[in-house]
Antibody, heavy 122, light 110 residues
Framework: QVQLVQSGADVRRPGASVKISCKAS????????IHWVRQAPGQRLQWMGW????????KYSQKVQGRVTISKDTSANTVYMELSSLKSEDTALYYC???????????????WGHGTMVTVSS | QSVLTQPPSASGTPGQRVTISCSGS????????VSWYQQLPGTAPKLLIY???QRPSGVPDRFSGSKSGTSASLAISGLRSEDEADYSC???????????FGEGTKLTVL
């Protein structure tokens, strides 16, 4: 079945970086964009950026631009999200998500990863 | 600033019909589709409504969505105890070139 499997929880110090993986299966990897969305405790979902796995094109939210890098390994059907210069406010559950429609980035997300908890603490 | 506004809470008794509102602006709801997600604590969102009023397969027809201008609504009829969850709206924002989400409405089934 179609699924996105994410890497496990991580704890980082302020100022460090974290890299989370999202492995896709059950569909043609290059046909669908992958977005990253995070949710801090008690807060709303916040979009971070997307990648077109077919072309490698990316777009990032201004809130994290300069600190976030989304990349892909087509041979492994995996997308990565790296966030640098971590702050306590980056403590959140991080999700990868797939839009409903092929080759579209602005659709609703019908497939979500299970989430990766990142805790930033000294 | 692009923001979607929802009421923080809603409630109803089993069998009742409840609606949850979502207010945006011309750069998001006013010019794009709205989607709705159901979320239990610590779990990934589940898509309930896409393209403002379409249900994915497997979502009961008790859930329905509508949009008018820069506002949207989610209606849940025949309320059940298992509907108790957080519900968030979302829409693409043309100025951000990415999706934005509402703060979520916590639905309590009394």
């Amino acid at each position: 079945q179609v699924q996105l499997v994410q890497s496990g929880a991580d704890v980082r110090r302020p100022g460090a970086s974290v890299k989370i993986s999202c492995k896709a299966s059950g569909y043609t990897f290059t046909d669908y964009a992958i977005h990253w969305v995070r949710q801090a405790p008690g807060q709303r979902l916040q979009w971070m950026g997307w990648i077109n796995p077919g072309t490698g094109n990316t777009k990032y939210s201004q809130k994290v631009q300069g600190r976030v890098t989304i990349s892909k390994d087509t041979s492994a059907n995996t997308v990565y999200m790296e966030l640098s210069s971590l702050k306590s406010e980056d403590t959140a559950l991080y999700y990868c998500a797939r839009p409903t429609t092929k080759f579209a980035v602005n659709d609703a997300f019908d497939i979500w990863g299970h989430g990766t908890m990142v805790t930033v603490s000294s | 600033q692009s923001v979607l506004t929802q009421p923080p809470s809603a409630s109803g008794t089993p069998g009742q019909r409840v609606t949850i509102s979502c207010s945006g602006s011309s750069s998001n709801i006013g010019s794009n589709y709205v989607s709705w997600y159901q979320q239990l604590p610590g779990t990934a969102p589940k898509l309930l409504i896409y393209k403002s009023n379409q249900r994915p397969s497997g979502v009961p027809d008790r859930f329905s969505g509508s949009k008018s201008g820069t506002s949207a609504s989610l209606a849940i009829s025949g309320l059940r105890s298992e509907d108790e969850a957080d519900y968030s709206c979302a829409a693409w924002d043309d100025s951000l070139y990415g999706p934005i989400f509402g703060e979520g409405t916590k639905l309590t089934v009394l």
